[in-house]
């Protein structure tokens, strides 16, 4: 597993995607819709794949001594590792911007409890849907990403929306009372993201098995 | 013994149909694929590695079931494919750096010998490399990790005279201890003559024979027209084999 992640980072992935993965620091921005953040969590995996065809990344990986879904696990564990990467190089900017920026964000959502929760939905959408369109044919990135992207940003639009109206305002706060209230859709979240990425392993898995390269 | 056989090989597209493929190569030797262009070798070689997905057939590798045993028949086996080249913007010594991590019996001596042998610089990226080098540097590769089969599809197309006959040269000494097996595709009938042991001929999607050179070219002397003397070439073979007559 460790030699399939080093492969990705080391050959396969874009430096766009470690770029996008370091945009969790916008969290820090005063007045920024944050759900955006999750938007680079999608896209720097998306130039990865379209890299990956242009370096026959599949074709390399195929013919290494792993099973043929070993390429699909590569390619879910680099997925897995970028978002996650990017959501723990945010933690701390959120942290910050609550003793720095009193004045809260003022174009979203805050880098809260539920703004996490709503970034693990957004990723497990995106990656269950780009995965196994994309392993389908193992060459059609953009097709995939544009059927995956366009759910995805509804959950960051409704998320971004939502806090604006009173009704909602809990969602926007950094108060704990507050955020214990929130702690539910980040469980969900996690919940969510965890069965996304094994089921999207395994439809793709099963797809790809029947791919002509 | 045999290092590959393969056994009633099928695989349909739309346009295009490869049927009942059966033939096997001993260890030791060299066997040449041969067919024209679109005869279904590429779909041949892909489909014994599991690259493109067969209809029927069985693959054997090292007396194993590939399908059932795909990761350890590849620690065992080289492969070239024509005309793809692998990340071409990386440096060598990345691709190595890599490759290596995934085989158990990698010999970096043996590799830094072979990079010498080959004159290949590893600070030179693959996009910097002629086809012949290309080639020269996946062998490297393929020999560092002791493969006991090499499979290369189309490895001298593209290649000056010069640089193909260099192969073929390799290719006669990598099998020389009888250790390694060598399985290449190719249309160019002259480097069968030069470095094969066994031929197999594929014609639109079939096997039309598959046995030792000269036996191979023994069975198509029927081929031969009235009052023509000597034994036909491989190259003479092959056009007749395929010769079409277009009404235009």
Not at chain 2, 81 to 90: A, T
Request: aromatic share 12%.
């Amino acid at each position: 597993m460790f030699d399939l992640l080093y492969k990705e980072l080391k050959l396969a992935a874009h430096p766009n995607l470690f770029i996008f993965t370091l945009l969790g620091v916008l969290v820090i921005v005063p007045a920024y819709p944050y759900g955006m953040v999750f938007m680079f969590g999608c896209l720097g995996p998306y130039i990865t794949f379209m890299y990956g065809r242009e370096t026959n990344d599949i074709y390399y990986t195929a013919l290494l001594p792993v099973r043929k879904k070993d390429t699909v696990k590569a390619k879910c564990l680099l997925l897995v590792l970028a978002q996650m990467t990017q959501l723990i190089i945010s933690l701390p900017f959120a942290f910050l911007r609550v003793k720095v920026l009193l004045a809260g964000n003022p174009a979203g959502i805050e880098a809260n409890i539920a703004y996490y929760g709503f970034g693990l939905i957004t990723y497990a959408i995106f990656n269950f849907i780009f995965l196994t369109h994309f392993f389908k044919t193992a060459y059609k990135a953009g097709k995939a990403f544009l059927a995956a992207i366009i759910p995805a940003f509804l959950v960051v639009a409704v998320m971004e929306v939502l806090v604006h109206f009173p009704k909602f305002q809990w969602l926007d706060s950094i108060a704990p009372d507050a955020m214990l209230k929130q702690l539910p859709i980040l469980v969900i979240g996690i919940v969510i993201y965890v069965i996304s990425i094994f089921t999207a392993y395994h439809v793709s898995a099963e797809r790809f098995e029947h791919v002509d390269l | 013994m045999d290092v590959l056989d393969v056994r009633g090989l099928t695989k349909h597209y739309t346009d295009f149909t490869l049927k009942d493929i059966t033939f096997s190569l001993k260890q030791g030797r060299i066997m040449g694929l041969i067919g024209k262009n679109g005869a279904g070798k590429t779909t041949t070689l892909k489909s014994i590695l599991n690259l493109v997905c067969p209809d029927a057939g069985t693959i054997e590798m090292f007396g194993q079931d590939f399908r059932k045993n795909e990761e350890s028949c590849k620690q065992n086996i080289g492969v070239v494919l024509g005309e793809i080249d692998f990340y071409k913007h990386k440096r060598l010594s990345d691709i190595t750096d890599v490759t290596k991590r995934f085989y158990e019996n990698w010999d970096e001596d043996a590799y830094q010998r072979y990079l010498k042998t080959f004159s290949l610089n590893p600070r030179k990226r693959v996009k910097e490399l002629s086809s012949g080098m290309k080639v020269k540097y996946m062998i490297a590769l393929a020999l560092s990790h002791s493969a006991r089969l090499l499979i290369f599809d189309e490895p001298t197309s593209g290649l000056d005279p010069v640089f193909r006959d260099d192969l073929l040269g390799l290719f006669r000494q990598l099998v020389k201890s009888g250790e390694r097996s060598i399985l290449y595709s190719t249309h160019i009938t002259s480097d069968l003559e030069k470095c094969a042991d066994d031929i197999t001929y594929i014609k639109d999607g079939r096997l039309l024979r598959s046995a030792e050179k000269s036996e191979f070219i023994k069975s198509f002397q029927y081929l031969k027209e009235p009052g023509e003397k000597g034994e036909l070439t491989l190259e003479e073979i092959m056009i007749r084999t395929e010769r079409r007559n277009y009404n235009v």
